[in-house]
């Protein structure tokens, strides 16, 4: 997803990968988040694993009064290619609270690997999800 002209763009603060002084450690992985809102909607776009270490990262942008508001949120998470618990209880969660506030969440373009450990958790049957964010907005 290219970010148009009036998106957000959210890179990770500091070095994402550099190693410390001595070369030896990394600074481990972050995730490559952009987000576009449309009037009703919003579309965050996810690169990167969500696992422990970047789930926060992912709530913390979801956290903020922009995206909280928006009626109808869609994760893209079409470049995600691994998520652990971590990911899977952000998932539950973020539905959760939009549900409880009347306002819409989905997932998109989930990769075989990701949509395999959401049907062995039966998150399938919980979590809304579509192909593509059209099809998401195409329900509006």
Avoid: K
């Avoid at 928006?70 to 998470?77: K, Q, T």
């Avoid at 995600?80 to 971590?86: E, G, W």
């Amino acid at each position: 997803m290219t970010p148009s002209p009036d998106s957000d763009t959210h890179q990770p603060a500091g070095p994402s990968s550099s190693a410390d002084s001595g070369g030896l450690l990394s600074a481990g992985p972050t995730l490559a988040l952009s987000s576009h809102r449309g009037p009703r909607h919003a579309v965050v776009a996810v690169g990167g694993p969500i696992d422990y270490h970047t789930a926060p990262q992912l709530l913390g942008h979801l956290a903020t009064e922009d995206m909280q508001d928006v009626p109808l949120l869609i994760l893209d998470l079409a470049r995600v290619d691994f998520c652990d618990s971590s990911a899977l209880g952000a998932f539950v969660e973020i539905n959760r609270r939009r549900s409880d506030a009347g306002r819409r969440f989905a997932l998109t373009g989930v990769q075989p690997e990701v949509r395999r450990i959401l049907e062995l958790t039966r998150l399938t049957s919980v979590l809304p999800l579509r192909d593509t964010v059209e099809d998401v907005l195409s329900e509006e």
